[in-house]
């Protein structure tokens, strides 16, 4: 089971844009030594999960078919997706699902009419939860203690001139995000984005995950995302919950 862990510790140092990484890159990625690094590298290269050149490492497709087995199988990805589908193409603007994992928001349902980010992301990227409308929504729904214990941990980075790092601040904000039940995000993770996020409760009531819209920040402002999205964006969610069993 240690080999397993590690091995998957090593995949996920992978995270992001054409990754090539070196033994060493992985290592200090995973905090893994370089010879257990080789050991899960080669070993993922033999199964056909990883490619090699010498001195680099990078992933192979056959790795789609572990992130497939959950898409293809899990309730939550199968039920959104269709609801994501309506509502985007209903408002025309880019909807997501994701669920919180370790600080960080991963997608696991996207429905998108037009590319709104610099950076592309899909089902099965990771965003940090901090500074999302998605991620704050989800922080919100955890007990006071936990949520702050979980913005402790992360590393606050101010990605534009709007993002919000101080402890204090965030806590306030996911106070205000508990009152309203939503969560607006403007232009904090990338200038001229916005977004609208609300909780998808199961049919006990349990959030289970989180749905936003996503919009330029030259097409919809705050309070068209509040007065005109908003009522959308939880009717959806409100039936993609009905959908979910406890």
Not at 36 to 49: A, N, P
Not at 109 to 137: D, E, H, K, N, P
Not at 148 to 167: C, D, G, K, Q, S
Not at 222 to 244: K, N, S
Request: charged share 20%.
């Amino acid at each position: 089971m240690t080999s397993l862990a590690r091995g998957l510790h090593v995949i996920r140092a992978f995270a992001g844009v054409d990754r090539r990484l070196t033994i060493a890159d992985v290592s200090r990625a995973t905090g893994l030594t370089r010879a257990v690094v080789r050991r899960c590298l080669y070993t993922l290269r033999e199964l056909g999960y990883a490619a090699s050149d010498g001195r680099t490492f990078r992933l192979q497709p056959r790795i789609l078919s572990l992130g497939y087995a959950y898409l293809a199988t899990a309730p939550l990805p199968i039920a959104a997706q269709p609801v994501l589908t309506e509502l985007s193409e209903r408002i025309g603007e880019a909807t997501t699902v994701g669920v919180l994992d370790e600080g960080t928001v991963v997608y696991v349902a996207r429905a998108s009419t037009q590319r709104i980010m610099s950076v592309t992301l899909g089902v099965g990227s990771r965003l940090q939860a901090y500074c999302t409308a998605l991620g704050r929504v989800l922080l919100a729904s955890l007990p006071s203690a936990a949520a702050a214990a979980a913005l402790a941990r992360e590393e606050r980075v101010a990605h534009t001139r709007f993002t919000v790092t101080a402890l204090p601040q965030l806590l306030a904000i996911l106070e205000e995000v508990r009152a309203h039940d939503y969560a607006l995000n403007d232009q904090e993770l990338e200038i001229g984005l916005r977004a609208i996020a609300v909780p998808v409760r199961n049919v006990v009531g349990a959030t289970v995950a989180a749905m936003n819209v996503s919009a330029q920040a030259s097409r919809l402002s705050r309070r068209e995302l509040i007065e005109t999205v908003l009522p959308a964006l939880r009717a959806a969610a409100e039936r993609l919950g009905a959908e979910l069993a406890p």
